[in-house]
């Protein structure tokens, strides 16, 4: 949308936009309409499209970018925090529960399926979230060696990364079977191997 919004124009345009992913998680993308999106946040046709020009697909961009967030705030206070072991294996148990929790259906990916990736935005949604949560976990790792956990010739990019992967990979197992054993291994791997260059670790 051209121009800026008022502060009452950015709060009912936030309102229409978690309440779209309210309705898009409980009835799936391809089962959602503008119209039970309007019943839900209790808007006009007009009023949407004043918000949101290009129709569903930029509503629809725009919950994506809600829920990438959605799903780097639902790690807190752990992932933020990732300073010491007992803290990693917090997160570790955080990360496997929030999956499980919304099993073989992954809101962000059935979205960006839906829009396409060669949409304009998508991918740079999807860019920003990696990016951000491997900085986050780069962030605990550097945590570690401040704390004396890890040397300071520690590869904390690479380890960010591998960890990363790791989990993406689990995900896509898990939204394949059903099954969480893959990811909770991933992590516990990860981890593992961080604890392997600990000079205490057992």
Excluded at 1 to 30: D, F, S
Excluded at 31 to 58: N, V, W
Aim: net charge negative; with cysteine; proline share 2%.
């Amino acid at each position: 949308m051209q121009g800026v919004l008022t502060p009452k124009g950015q709060a009912t345009r936030a309102r229409i936009v978690e309440g779209a992913a309210e309705v898009l998680r409980e009835l799936g993308v391809g089962m959602t309409t503008l119209d039970d999106i309007r019943a839900r946040t209790g808007t006009s046709k007009s009023q949407l499209f004043h918000y949101f020009r290009g129709g569903k697909d930029a509503l629809l961009l725009a919950v994506a970018q809600h829920e990438a967030g959605w799903m780097l705030e639902d790690q807190q206070p752990y992932l933020g925090c990732l300073d010491s072991w007992d803290a990693w294996y917090r997160w570790r148990d955080a990360v496997v529960e929030r999956y499980e929790l919304q099993g073989d259906h992954c809101p962000l990916g059935a979205l960006h399926q839906h829009i396409g990736r060669s949409t304009p935005g998508a991918r740079a949604i999807v860019t920003e979230l990696m990016w951000e949560w491997q900085e986050s976990l780069a962030a605990g790792i550097r945590a570690l060696q401040r704390n004396g956990h890890l040397p300071l010739s520690f590869n904390v990019d690479q380890a960010a990364a591998a960890l990363l992967a790791g989990i993406q990979g689990g995900v896509s197992i898990m939204l394949a079977t059903g099954q969480s054993a893959q990811l909770g291994a991933a992590l516990d791997w990860g981890i593992a191997q961080l604890r392997a260059a600990d000079g205490v670790a057992r």
